[in-house]
């Protein structure tokens, strides 16, 4: 377990693998900690060097005291990062991780060489909806919306079949401060990163679940048509969280696009 305190927030982080690896950082969706990525990350090749965080509120980092923006966020990665004296590395981000990629690729470019941006768009549900969503936590918490919320993750043929882990996935999810997940869904809706995406200049591979109605495919299609050198990927029996219910598929496609570019 490693903490970085970085004078703004202090981030929960893990730094796995080769030490002289190609490095791969993941950043996770909204009201999930760095445990997100295990079946990916149990299928990616050894000799890569791999990066998981919790963005502030979430896991084990410290619970946030005021608001924050997409770019507050990304920063924290970029502080790690330097911290870590990292640099080139492949960035892999779902939901609201995806935004805070953009923003890294943007901010920093000399820090991303790559980006994966799965189940994620420039600017994801109108404001109002975000609204709607974080008084429904303040009045009933996060265990009050957990089952609304895992539908919206999930494929209906997951949530069938996998009663089991998807237990898990809810006292993940429960496990999230209030503070942490009504910051970043007020960070969500206030943010359209069109002005970032549209001058990225990375390769880039795009991944959305068929059956996602968080950011369906037609919305994550409209981001990548955004980025020159980009490539949109569909994965068939997925929700929104296509790293947990189809991971097969998903590191197929991001093996694939490692292989091809280099």
Not at 1 to 20: E, I, L, P, Q
Request: a positive charge.
């Amino acid at each position: 377990m490693r903490a970085f305190n970085s004078g703004k927030t202090v981030t929960h982080y893990r730094d796995n693998g080769s030490t002289n690896g190609q490095v791969i950082v993941f950043a996770n969706s909204l009201g999930t900690d760095l445990r997100l990525w295990h079946k990916v990350i149990k299928g990616l090749p050894q000799n890569l060097r791999i990066i998981t965080y919790d963005k502030r509120g979430h896991g084990l980092s410290k619970e946030p005291v005021e608001e924050f923006s997409i770019s507050d966020l990304a920063k924290d990665v970029i502080d790690l990062l330097e911290y870590l004296q990292l640099e080139n590395v492949i960035f892999v981000g779902i939901s609201i991780g995806g935004m805070i990629a953009q923003a890294v690729a943007f901010l920093r470019p000399d820090l991303v060489s790559k980006l994966v941006l799965c189940d994620t768009a420039t600017k994801i549900g109108a404001n109002d909806v975000w609204e709607q969503r974080i008084s429904s936590v303040k009045k009933i918490g996060i265990r009050g919306i957990s089952a609304s919320v895992l539908e919206r993750w999930f494929s209906k043929q997951y949530l069938l079949e996998n009663l089991n882990e998807l237990e898990l996935l809810r006292r993940m999810l429960h496990s999230t401060s209030a503070s942490g997940y009504i910051n970043c869904c007020k960070a969500i809706g206030s943010a359209d990163l069109t002005s970032f995406t549209s001058k990225l200049k990375q390769n880039t591979l795009l991944l959305v679940g068929e059956n996602d109605i968080s950011t369906p495919p037609s919305l994550v299609s409209e981001t990548a048509k955004m980025i020159n050198r980009s490539k949109l990927k569909i994965i068939k029996n997925s929700g929104h969280l296509p790293c947990i219910d189809n991971p097969k598929k998903f590191n197929e496609l991001l093996s694939n696009f490692l292989q091809e570019s280099g």
